[in-house]
C-alpha cells in the first residue's frame, strides 16, 4: 500500500506563487513516476504535470507550461509542483498520484496510487 498526502494549497492573488508538496509512505518511492492533477467543479480530472522515476524527464500540460515546474526529492519520498504567474483558471483541487513503473505518463487511468488533494484557489 501507498498513501499520499498533498500539502501547500491555500488561496493566493493573481500573479503570485505557490508551491505544493506530496509526501509518499512507501519504501519504494524512487521507483515511480509521478504526477499533478486537477480538478474543477463541475470539470473533469485533467493532466497538469508528471515526472520520471529519476526526475530526468517530465511533462506538463499546454495551459501551465512555462509557469509550473515540477520536481523531486527522491531521499524526501517528496514530489513538489512550484505554480508561479497564478491565474484564476489555475482554481481547482489538486492531486497528487503515484505510477508503478518509472516512465511518465499524462493519462489519469496510468496512476495507482492518489492522494486525498489540496485546495488552491486564486483570486482575481
Known amino acids: 500500500q501507498v498513501q499520499l498526502v498533498e500539502s501547500g494549497g491555500g488561496l493566493v492573488q493573481a500573479g503570485g506563487s505557490l508551491r505544493l508538496s506530496c509526501a509518499a509512505s512507501g519504501r519504494t518511492f524512487s521507483s515511480y513516476a509521478m504526477g499533478w492533477f486537477r480538478q474543477a467543479p463541475g470539470k473533469e480530472r485533467e493532466f497538469v504535470a508528471a515526472i520520471s522515476y529519476s526526475g530526468r524527464s517530465t511533462y506538463y500540460a499546454d495551459s501551465v507550461k512555462g509557469r509550473f515546474t515540477i520536481s523531486r526529492e527522491n531521499a524526501k519520498n517528496t514530489v513538489y509542483l512550484q505554480m508561479n504567474s497564478l491565474k484564476s483558471e489555475d482554481t481547482a483541487v489538486y492531486y497528487c498520484?503515484?505510477?508503478?513503473?518509472?516512465?511518465?505518463?499524462?493519462?489519469?487511468?496510468?496512476?495507482?496510487?492518489w492522494g486525498q488533494g489540496t485546495q488552491v484557489t486564486v483570486s482575481s
Open positions: 498520484a503515484a505510477r508503478g513503473g518509472p516512465r511518465a505518463r499524462v493519462e489519469v487511468q496510468e496512476y495507482d496510487y
